[in-house]
């Protein structure tokens, strides 16, 4: 990967990477075609981090499809695919560790020890190996690209970090590779998310501010679904994390629910504008 990559650049190409667990659906397409407008060659990882599980989540029956996998880079046109072991990522007597301080803690990092390490580490693996110009995320893991963005401009890495839309399905429900998982009741279920967050989007364009206002907004509207459990609900600082008072700066309002036993997340980020308005990016 490495040969290759170096022979991209020497070329004069600019390479793009696309970081996966493999699974993939339309939101990692639409990251590809992304990376395919703006670079000149786009490699594709695909690799379940093991280090990035906790010892009771689903490590072992993360969905691996990779024949299926391999059909769709293929009719999309992508130059490299690096699919390595996990040995060969986490070799015998591997002890270097990632931790981005301040961003890891809270939200996901609280409901998942260590989540965050294993991600940033295998990231930070992954762009050096490839060294790519651009790499590009989904904003669905809005806290996940968040800490990714401050780890390469705290080490100073080269490449630059895209964030793009979230993708969804026609009833709102943001892609995951996870939601095959979701048996048909629950996959019905699991909608609620997105109208929990157009709920709170409408009482926000109405001119509703005050978080607390607004998180009663959201759970209510998660309790009305009898098979969902709220893991949280939060609105926060969309550069540090912490909680605010009042939308008036840029934000993200954060779910975490159980489906049954199935946890998804989701999220809308809020821009104000100058006329004291807001725009959302669903």
Aim: aromatic fraction near 8%; hydrophobic fraction near 40%; charged fraction near 25%.
């Amino acid at each position: 990967m490495k040969q290759q990559a170096r022979q991209t650049r020497a070329n004069g190409g600019i390479l793009g990477l696309v970081p996966t667990m493999g699974a993939l659906h339309a939101g990692h397409l639409a990251l590809i075609e992304r990376a395919r407008s703006e670079c000149s060659g786009v490699t594709v990882s695909i690799f379940v981090n093991p280090k990035q599980f906790g010892p009771n989540e689903d490590l072992g029956k993360y969905p691996r499809t990779w024949e299926a996998d391999i059909a769709k880079l293929t009719a999309a046109r992508v130059d490299m695919v690096f699919a390595p072991e996990a040995a060969e990522i986490y070799p015998p007597g591997f002890r270097s560790y990632v931790q981005v301080e301040g961003l890891s803690e809270r939200l996901e990092g609280r409901s998942r020890p260590g989540h965050f390490r294993g991600v940033s580490t295998v990231v930070l693996k992954l762009l050096e190996i490839v060294q790519p110009s651009f790499a590009y995320f989904g904003r669905k893991d809005a806290q996940q690209v968040r800490i990714i963005s401050q780890m390469a401009r705290d080490l100073n890495l080269d490449g630059e970090i895209v964030v793009c839309p979230i993708t969804r399905e026609a009833d709102g429900l943001a892609l995951s590779s996870r939601n095959t998982y979701l048996n048909a009741e629950q996959r019905r279920a699991a909608g609620v998310l997105h109208r929990a967050l157009q709920s709170a989007g409408q009482e926000l364009a109405a001119g509703v501010c005050d978080t607390l206002q607004l998180q009663s907004v959201l759970r209510r509207t998660l309790q009305s679904e009898p098979m969902a459990t709220v893991d949280y609900a939060e609105i926060v600082d969309a550069d540090t994390f912490e909680p605010v008072v009042r939308v008036s700066r840029r934000c993200y309002l954060l779910l975490a629910v159980l489906i049954g036993k199935i946890r998804l997340i989701d999220n809308l980020y809020v821009e104000p504008t100058p006329d004291e308005g807001f725009v959302f990016h669903w």
